[in-house]
């Protein structure tokens, strides 16, 4: 009876997991390039594909996503090197990195990319409303996620700056990780509800004030 009840218990729990794993992809499409051959030298496949998947359990983590009903039902994210200005987005369940950024970054190129990787992973799972919230805010949850990670580059603005809340990147990042310290998991439950829509009356839902309060309070609290 026991041998039994462990068996199913086991063919359950790796049901479970078979349900909420996720593969992941790496495809370098630029490999004749000098940042193309950077990333086979100095962060390479394995290496990505292992900070593709950490990355996911921490944004899960970070959102309070441990029931999948709650999460995009996504079972494979692919990142692509390509040969492309800026420095990298997502679609859908694509994460395309460019090559030059990758060849012109003068620092520790692995660490930035794992930042970058995280962010674009933020953009994989998060919610955005419908297409209804600000890009700003889209932008600066992903940042978030960056900073909370410790993946942050120095070059980010310091707490208090910005000219406006929904400025997107660093300086909603840095707004954002302060409204979670008014009331731990807040970013986690403003993602939660916009899996629906949004609505600026989320900050005065969970935190009591207007977006707006939020801002002048945070920018006070830094002597901006």
Same mark, same amino acid.
Request: include cysteine.
């Given at each position: ?9 086991l ?6 997991? @078979?349900v909420?794993? /996720? *593969? =992941?992809?790496v495809?370098?499409? &630029?490999? $004749? +390039? ?5 990333f086979? @030298?100095?962060?390479? /496949? *394995? =290496?990505?594909?292992?900070t593709? &998947?950490? $990355? +996911? ?24 090197i ?26 520790d ?13 933020t ?13 700003g ?29 929904d ?16 009331r ?41």
């Amino acid at each position: 009876m026991f041998r039994h009840v462990y068996v199913l218990s086991l063919l359950v729990l790796l049901a479970i997991n @078979t349900v909420s794993a /996720v *593969d =992941y992809t790496v495809t370098n499409r &630029a490999t $004749a +390039t000098a940042g193309g051959a950077r990333f086979i @030298t100095d962060i390479g /496949v *394995d =290496y990505s594909k292992q900070t593709l &998947a950490s $990355a +996911t359990d921490f944004i899960w983590e970070t959102f309070q996503q441990s029931n999948a009903a709650d999460r995009k039902n996504i079972q494979t994210v692919n990142l692509f090197i390509d040969v492309m200005d800026g420095v990298a987005y997502s679609v859908n369940d694509e994460i395309h990195v460019s090559d030059s950024y990758i060849a012109s970054y003068s620092g520790d190129v692995r660490t930035e990319i794992t930042g970058v990787l995280y962010h674009e992973m933020t953009h994989i799972w998060q919610w955005n409303g419908n297409g209804q919230a600000p890009g700003g805010l889209i932008e600066g949850i992903a940042d978030f996620v960056r900073l909370k990670a410790n993946y942050a580059p120095s070059h980010w603005v310091q707490p208090g700056q910005g000219d406006r809340w929904d400025q997107g990147y660093d300086v909603t990042a840095k707004f954002l990780d302060y409204c979670n310290d008014l009331r731990n998991g807040f970013v986690a439950e403003l993602n939660k509800k916009m899996m629906t829509g949004y609505s600026a009356q989320y900050f005065v839902d969970l935190l009591g004030k207007t977006v707006d309060q939020l801002w002048t309070d945070y920018k006070a609290r830094y002597g901006q």
